[in-house]
């Protein structure tokens, strides 16, 4: 069995709009970024993407997030390129779920100036190649039913949605298990159920 890396190597991606955003795993040497970014997160993107979250991170709570083996847990980072400073302007993470192995709770952040420039797109196809890459053939997640918009790409994208509990969503979608998906921006953004 041929050896895996333990951390993929960066990538350089060009926008729509043409300008460059670097995806690279996340990092220990990330985590005064992260946390300063997300205290750059609008009140409304929070609750959107996490419900009742926090102004600020805890320390707990960034321990966790950097809590990182490259494997059951994983973190890319997106950059932009071509702004002063290079800022980190959103995160993609999974964690495998320990019940279901070939599974992964899946989450994507994208400051909120950054946002519909399709860097979370970028980020959340190039978290699933690393994924398949560890074995996991399923992302989940849980979106409050509120987050309609969000719904609605997830849906378009072939996901299935279902009651978890009052307000909440569950999410699953199948990873495809071939290279057809390499370019976020191409128009092929269907997620197929894997190969049996």
């Known amino acids: 069995m041929p050896r895996r890396r333990l951390v993929e190597p960066a990538k350089v991606h060009v926008l729509p709009d043409g300008r460059r955003i670097l995806v690279r ?49 994983f973190a890319l980072a997106a950059f932009a390129l071509d702004e002063p400073g290079e800022p980190g302007v959103g995160v993609a993470r999974y964690a495998r779920c320990r019940q279901e192995p ?43 039913w509120n987050s309609v918009p969000l719904l609605g790409a997830i849906q378009a994208a072939g996901a299935t949605v279902e009651p978890a509990e009052p307000g909440v969503a569950s999410v699953r979608f199948h990873l495809p298990d071939d290279e057809r998906v390499v370019d976020p921006f191409s128009g092929d953004r269907r997620w197929t159920s894997p190969r049996r």
Request: glycine content about 4%.
């Open 25 to 73: 795993p996340l990092l220990a040497s990330d985590r005064e970024q992260l946390e300063a970014g997300y205290s750059k997160v609008s009140p409304a993107s929070r609750r959107s993407r996490f419900g009742a979250a926090p102004d600020r991170l805890s320390p707990h709570q960034l321990d966790q997030l950097m809590d990182l083996d490259y494997d059951d847990r």
């Open 102 to 144: 070939s599974a992964a709770e899946a989450a994507v952040l994208v400051l909120d100036e950054y946002q519909n420039r399709g860097i979370g797109s970028l980020l959340l196809w190039d978290l699933v190649a690393v994924a398949r890459e560890h074995r996991i053939t399923t992302f989940t997640a849980t979106v409050l």
